[in-house]
């Protein structure tokens, strides 16, 4: 079983930059999908990227596509997220996930890490 470590999460204001890293154990080569979510107070959690680790593609909502890069590095069983272009709607407590099939929505992920928080101020 993975298991997932996030950091990198911080304050910024609008404009500004953060890049997350989620460290994993057991390795991401062993996962079918990786992911990256976030959830503000009161909402459900989004995904904002899943990346398909055997083929390399990468998928992102619209509202974040041209802002959000995620990438992997399996040398060091890390995953990253480039944040650009942060907007205050962007707040949340952003986690990643490992899942192994589908990879669509929060429930197709079986281990999740703790969450970082990423606050943006206006």
């Known amino acids: 079983r993975v298991q997932l470590v996030e950091s990198g999460g911080g304050s910024v204001q609008a404009g500004g930059s953060l890049r997350l890293s989620c460290a994993a154990s057991g390795g991401i080569a062993s996962s079918y999908c990786m992911g990256w979510f976030r959830q503000a107070p009161g909402k459900e959690r989004e995904r904002v990227a899943t990346i398909y680790t055997g083929s390399g593609k990468i998928y992102y909502p619209g509202n974040v596509k041209g802002r959000f890069t995620a990438s992997q590095d399996n040398a060091k069983n890390t995953l990253y997220l480039q944040m650009n272009s942060l907007k205050p709607e962007d707040s949340g407590m952003y986690y990643c996930?490992?899942?192994?099939?589908?990879?669509?929505?929060?429930?197709?992920?079986?281990?999740w890490g703790q969450g970082t928080q990423v606050t943006v101020s206006s």
């Open positions: 996930a490992a899942g192994a099939m589908g990879c669509t929505v929060a429930r197709d992920y079986s281990n």
